[in-house]
């Protein structure tokens, strides 16, 4: 257990519906990062929040996704219009900006399949 | 970023020492090499890092090339714990933002 949660682990919705997605990072993490995951390949970015700014945003984020971290401290991703193509491993992870090894902690992942 | 590459998989007998390489020929002075696993349905787990000194802690230990264009990550006795796929990062730690993953390596311990 890392210490990052993420909520559910598994999310089974048909296509055409939203979806949101719950984080909590490490409570003394400034940094929250959304990643997601498909079969066989490596996590791909989404976007980044340092307290309650976004300040990055990948390509990858159409406009049916949404992120936030309105206190700085959990997160919250929806996908809205959910279709096939979006059935993934939505990852989260937290740092500390400036920590000493830079590393970033991630969450077990949610899962999320569209029917 | 720069790129890595490695091999699609590898397989070790459980107890022995596991040797997974990394080739970053086009790293840049600033860009550190991280090494993260993941584990079946689990998310990534950082390992380790370094710049250019070999590196070593309780998991594991790093070994860079004078040059830095590869590095190899030594998993001294693996467990069939240790099963798992690799990532080879080269990151710019003063910009201290997102990973770029690639697709890994991924490691069987055989028993």
């Known amino acids: 257990d890392t210490g990052v949660s993420q909520n559910p682990r598994h999310k089974i919705t048909k296509r055409g519906q939203n979806v949101t997605f719950r984080c909590d990072p490490i409570s003394e993490h400034n940094r929250l990062y959304w990643y997601r995951q498909t079969l066989g390949q490596g996590p791909e970015f989404l976007t980044y929040?340092?307290?309650?700014?976004?300040?990055?945003k990948s390509r990858l984020l159409s406009d049916r996704f949404s992120a936030e971290r309105p206190k700085g401290s959990f997160s919250t991703l929806e996908i809205q219009r959910t279709e096939q193509g979006d059935s993934a491993m939505y990852l989260c992870?937290?740092?500390?900006?400036?920590?000493?090894?830079?590393?970033?902690?991630f969450g077990p992942g949610t899962r999320l399949t569209v029917l | 970023d720069a790129k890595t590459t490695q091999p699609t998989s590898m397989d070790c007998a459980e107890g022995r020492a596991a040797n997974l390489p990394c080739n970053h020929s086009t790293i840049s002075g600033n860009e550190y090499v991280y090494w993260y696993r993941q584990i079946h349905s689990q998310g990534p787990q950082y390992i380790i890092h370094g710049l250019k000194n070999n590196e070593t802690n309780e998991m594991a230990s790093l070994i860079i090339t004078e040059d830095r264009k590869s590095s190899t990550l030594i998993l001294p006795h693996a467990t069939l714990r240790d099963t798992a796929v690799y990532y080879c990062i080269a990151q710019d730690m003063n910009r201290d933002d997102k990973i770029i993953f690639g697709k890994g390596t991924r490691l069987h311990i055989l028993p």
């Open positions: 929040f340092q307290n309650e700014a976004q300040l990055e």
């Open positions: 992870a937290s740092s500390l900006a400036g920590g000493r090894d830079n590393e970033q902690f």
